[in-house]
């Protein structure tokens, strides 16, 4: 059996759906477990309504879901769904009114409104593959996709999810694709709960943990992972194998191909990863591994973050002093700004933020201890790799590389899979393209395509 998990675009519509069959169908003999998100952006929609009908614009919240209403009709014409989808939309319908009525949105009620973009779309999609020759069965996610109470948040509970998964799906898929939604689950007493934002990969993986899965599949709509960010250097090539380590890294500097904890449960159970592309589904894609194979190229990928604003604490006062670092961070955290790449020396510390939202009162109660300067428009650069901790040379080889620009701060996290570096925002595509020739012009081609 193999897990695949198609997200929002893969399946936003009659034709595109029609894509995700044809995929199917080619590893049929894999015994496939399919895994969608709601069509397209319905769970943003979803939410919106709910929000428009507590804030009390009660015909606003339903023309949009008049709309949903008619996009889902138009996208399964002729698919034999429509009571289906009519009973759905009924059910929805009578919700909305209750929440503008209440003009408050409980927890409970909002996973209830989000709900509705998977239970619709794995029906759709059941019945396409149906309709195009696949035998398929619908399994409603929230009958083995057991959690907390935590609604919009719920965690799995891992052992009576896997226990009710074990019982029913491998049975199914024996004969059967079987197609259930992402994302939805419910509490052993039967309240529909939702696994957070993004989370049919979590469900996917959770699905490939309680089967036994031989591989997850996450199908997206890039062609896996890449040597550089795509949006400041294009034409990096793919990434064929990463450890789970790498992976969590490039997902946390903004490579959104997935989010690291989602694939947990799979890595736990030691089931490979795959992220592959549903518009070249003839592409390998990246695979993901708790240990990925050695290479002769000592980086896998290099990544980057936009928008950072450099922060520069100083405080001679404090040489010798205790509690320094405690103060600032104390500070940041009353301001629930996060930080991300920190260098200190006795009486400075150097660090970058992403949000600026509060840094006019975090620099005026630093300024009470310590001389503060902020710069934005600066980036970092990430080099990620389980080759760095173990090569010597790939910090001597990228300051080599970048001798022409002003790296304004560096840190090697202590994971000692990257070495990360701050440059003007100015100065990052060079910076990049001048890395990628250093370690990328000769790629090992047993690691990179
Ligand atoms: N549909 C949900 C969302 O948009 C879950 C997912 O797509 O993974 O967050």
Redesign the pocket.
């Known amino acids: 059996m193999i897990v695949m998990k198609f ?2 675009t893969s399946v936003e519509s009659a034709q595109a759906i029609e894509r995700v069959a044809g995929i199917v169908k080619d590893r049929i003999a894999c015994r496939p477990v399919v895994v969608v ?2 069509m397209g ?4 929609k979803l939410l919106a309504i709910a929000a428009a009908a507590v804030a009390g614009h009660r015909d606003t919240a339903l023309a949009q879901l008049e709309d949903l209403r008619q996009f889902h009709h138009l996208e399964t014409a002729g698919l034999g769904v429509d009571a289906q989808i009519e009973a759905h939309f009924q059910e929805l319908t009578e919700l909305v009114k209750g929440l503008a009525v209440m003009g408050e949105m409980t927890p409970r009620a909002t996973d209830a409104v ?1 709900a509705f ?2 239970r619709l779309s794995s029906i759709i999609v059941n019945a396409k593959f149906r309709q195009l020759g696949i035998e398929s069965v619908h399994v409603d996610a929230r009958s083995v996709m057991i959690t907390d109470h935590r609604h919009a948040q719920a965690a799995p509970l891992f052992a009576e999810s896997y226990g009710r998964l074990a019982a029913t799906i491998p049975a199914l898929a024996a004969t059967n694709v079987v197609v259930m939604g ?2 939805i689950g419910s509490t052993e007493d039967g309240v529909t709960t ?1 696994l ?6 979590f ?1 996917a993986s959770i699905v490939g943990a309680g089967i036994g899965a031989d591989e997850i599949q996450i199908w997206t709509d890039v062609d896996g992972m890449l040597t550089a960010d795509p949006t400041v250097l294009p034409g990096g090539y793919r990434v064929k194998h990463c450890s789970f380590a790498e992976a969590a890294e490039l997902a946390y500097f903004g490579a959104k191909v997935l989010h690291p904890a989602t694939v947990l449960p799979a890595i736990e159970k030691n089931i490979p990863v795959r992220i592959l592309n549903s518009r070249r589904p003839q592409v390998e894609g990246t695979l993901i591994t708790a240990e990925a194979p050695k290479s002769s190229t000592p980086i896998r990928s290099i990544a980057c973050k936009k928008n950072i604003t450099l922060v520069n604490i100083v405080s001679t006062r404090m040489l010798m002093a205790h509690g320094f670092l405690r103060r600032i961070f104390e500070i940041f955290d009353r301001y629930e700004t996060s930080v991300d790449m920190l260098a200190t020396s006795e009486v400075s510390v150097s660090l970058t933020i992403d949000n600026t939202g509060n840094l006019a009162d975090i620099r005026r109660e630093i300024e009470e201890f310590a001389d503060f300067a902020a710069e934005g428009d600066q980036a970092i650069v990430c080099m990620v790799g389980d080759n760095i901790r173990t090569v010597p040379g790939v910090a001597a080889r990228a300051f080599i590389a970048l001798k022409d620009i002003r790296v304004r701060m560096i840190s090697e996290g202590a994971s000692q899979l990257n070495i990360s570096l701050v440059v003007a925002a100015s100065d990052l595509g060079r910076a990049v393209e001048s890395l990628h020739r250093e370690f990328f012009s000769n790629p090992d081609p047993a690691a990179f395509e």
């Open positions: 997200g929002g998100s709601a952006k319905t769970t943003n989000s973009g998977e992402g994302f939702t957070g934002r993004g989370g049919s990969d469900t």
